[in-house]
């Protein structure tokens, strides 16, 4: 473990510096394993982020990249375009459910998320109307720039230090009884309302929360009643981690949808914002100040893409989603069985996710546990949980869930401490 000083120019995320354990060094990672400066080796329970769906360092990945940084490692996206985003962009516009087919590229999700919120603001703009509030949900999560967390719930333990300091927004419960449908019906019914914006399935950082299909197709029928738009934040579901590609249901296709984090296999930055047919047209038309003024720097990096293409041959010539499946058998199996613990109020499993979810927030308090058992999870707000690389094989799993059950049964006698964020 380094000392402090170590650190020393280092501003960590989601830290307070003053007081936070040192951080752990970590010198190669490959397959689930992490491998640590002082020769440990942890077993990776959540993909880094939920990024890494191949596992680290997958072959033909690395092949892919170094490929691309002999011929291209970067170029401006404005005025030039490359083989590999367009590649990407064609593959991701077959792959998505519905018209999603224009693909905006960002290098984080943050800012794929801030581009679909101009996206949708300045589509009502072109077409002569103001609308710029949005509705979004109770425990969502979309990134931590000032757009995106403008949509963030502030009660999820996020950005407690710039509350007031928002876009227009409100927010409500997910629909998921008559009393959740009219709440959202009525709050559509408001003329200034540009779009509706949504993490499908699981809310994410918000405390891996669930929901199922038919609260989004309630969702998209609201909006259609409406013509308001519809933006998924698949940020964190996109490429397999619920179980099937994407988590949108055919039946509640979004208007934009957001894609990141297992974009490129976890390998590189890279995020889509993916507009469908008549959201793109909005923007097309002889006037100049219709276009989308949006341009980041290292937008579609080229290594990204290639590292995204090779993350999407893996879908298609390995078994991912029956490793997921497998994964979601063996989650429900091993896990179920903390339910009888103490403070333990719930276990749900769906996909590659598995959560113990506790009666208060003792999250913070556990993590050191997990690195001493030889695995690395990190617990946050009042959940345990485990989102695994989908390469994992039945033994290492197996000792992810004995860790969690292990540190969840001693989690009773903690006190409880406050809410920390993923
Ligand atoms: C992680 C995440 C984001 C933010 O992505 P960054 O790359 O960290 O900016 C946005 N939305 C969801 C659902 C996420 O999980």
């Not at 120019?9 to 190669?28: D, G």
């Not at 990249?65 to 990407?88: K, N």
């Not at 403008?150 to 509350?163: E, I, K, N, R």
């Not at 617990?379 to 869930?401: C, E, K, Q, R």
Request: one cysteine or more.
């Amino acid at each position: 473990m380094p000392s402090p000083a170590c650190i020393d120019s280092l501003w960590l995320p989601y830290t307070q510096m003053a007081t936070a354990p040192s951080p752990l060094p970590v010198v190669r990672a490959e397959g689930v394993r992490l491998r640590l400066a002082d020769g440990r080796e942890l077993i990776d329970g959540i993909s880094s982020w939920w990024t890494m769906c191949h596992g680290y360092g997958h072959p033909h990945i690395k092949q892919a990249v170094a490929a691309q940084l002999d011929t291209l490692s970067h170029v401006m996206f404005a005025g030039l375009v490359h083989e590999p985003a367009l590649t990407l962009a064609r593959r991701l516009a077959a792959l998505l459910p519905g018209k999603l087919e224009r693909v905006f590229f960002s290098e984080s999700g943050s800012v794929a998320v801030e581009v679909a919120l101009k996206m949708a603001v300045q589509y009502w703009r072109n077409r002569g109307e103001q609308r710029n509030k949005f509705i979004a949900f109770r425990n969502g999560y979309h990134g931590d720039t000032l757009g995106a967390l403008s949509v963030t719930d502030p009660g999820c333990g996020f950005h407690d230090a710039l509350a007031g300091y928002r876009m227009p927004q409100v927010f409500t419960d997910l629909p998921r009884d008559a009393a959740t449908c009219a709440a959202l019906d009525e709050l559509l019914s408001n003329r200034n309302i540009a779009a509706v914006i949504v993490e499908p399935r699981v809310q994410g950082a918000g405390g891996m929360r669930f929901h199922n299909a038919e609260t989004l197709q309630a969702i998209r029928a609201a909006c259609d009643a409406q013509g308001v738009l519809m933006i998924a934040d698949e940020i964190m579901t996109g490429f397999g981690r619920t179980g099937t590609l994407f988590a949108s249901p055919p039946e509640a296709v979004p208007d934009i949808i957001c894609l990141s984090k297992a974009l490129t296999g976890g390998t590189l930055p890279l995020a889509a914002t993916v507009a469908a047919d008549h959201v793109f047209a909005a923007f097309c038309s002889e006037r100049a100040e219709d276009a989308f003024m949006h341009g980041p720097t290292f937008m579609a990096n080229p290594l990204a893409c290639a590292a995204a293409n090779a993350s999407l041959d893996l879908f298609e010539s390995e078994p991912r989603l029956q490793q997921v499946a497998a994964i979601e058998t063996q989650l429900k199996r091993e896990l179920e069985p903390c339910l009888a613990l103490p403070g333990v109020v719930d276990v749900r499993v769906m996909g590659a996710i598995g959560v113990v979810q506790l009666d208060r927030p003792v999250a913070a308090n556990l993590r050191p546990a997990f690195a001493e058992r030889g695995v690395w999870v990190r617990p946050f707000g009042d959940i345990v949980y485990l989102a695994p690389p989908f390469v994992i094989d039945d033994a290492d799993l197996t000792s992810l869930t004995t860790a969690v059950c292990e540190v969840v049964a001693e989690s009773a006698s903690q006190a409880p401490c406050p809410i920390s964020t993923p």
